[in-house]
C-alpha cells in the first residue's frame, strides 16, 4: 500500500519560515508526480505545486517567490520550503502522488498523506 506521511507542522510568526517534509518510497519518489496541497478551515483545498519525476516544479500564484518543492532521495523525502509566511498560509498541508500529472494538476491524486497544521500567527 503506498503511504505518505508528513511532518514539520507547527507555528510560527508571520514572515517565519517552516519546511514540511513527507516520506515516501523510493519507487514513489521516482516514478510518481508528487505534489502539495493545503486546506483552510472553510476553504477549498488549494494545489501548491507540483514535482515531476525529472525534479521540475511548477507553482500556484499565491506562493511562487515564496514556496519551494523539492526532493531528497537519500531520504525518500518530498519537502515544501516555505519562507516569508503571513497568517493567509495558515492551514493543513497535505502532500499528494499519482502516476497521472492532470490527475495531480486537478486536485484529485489517488494518494494522499494525513495532513499536516500549519499556523501562523501576525
Known amino acids: 500500500q503506498v503511504q505518505l506521511v508528513e511532518s514539520g507542522g507547527g507555528s510560527v510568526q508571520a514572515g517565519g519560515s517552516l519546511r514540511l517534509s513527507c516520506a515516501a518510497s523510493?519507487?514513489?519518489?521516482?516514478?510518481?508526480?508528487m505534489g502539495w496541497f493545503r486546506q483552510a478551515p472553510g476553504k477549498e483545498r488549494e494545489g501548491l505545486g507540483d514535482?515531476?519525476?525529472?525534479?521540475?516544479?511548477t507553482y500556484a500564484d499565491p506562493v511562487k517567490g515564496r514556496f519551494t518543492i523539492s526532493k531528497d532521495y537519500a531520504k525518500n523525502s518530498l519537502h515544501l520550503q516555505m519562507n516569508n509566511l503571513n497568517a493567509e498560509d495558515s492551514a493543513s498541508y497535505y502532500c499528494?502522488?499519482?502516476?497521472?500529472?492532470?490527475?495531480?494538476?486537478?486536485?484529485?491524486?489517488?494518494?494522499w498523506g494525513q495532513g499536516t497544521q500549519v499556523t501562523v500567527s501576525s
Open positions: 523510493e519507487y514513489i519518489l521516482s516514478n510518481y508526480y
Open positions: 499528494a502522488a499519482d502516476f497521472n500529472r492532470w490527475a495531480l494538476r486537478r486536485g484529485v491524486p489517488n494518494v
Open positions: 514535482i515531476n519525476k525529472a525534479d521540475s516544479t
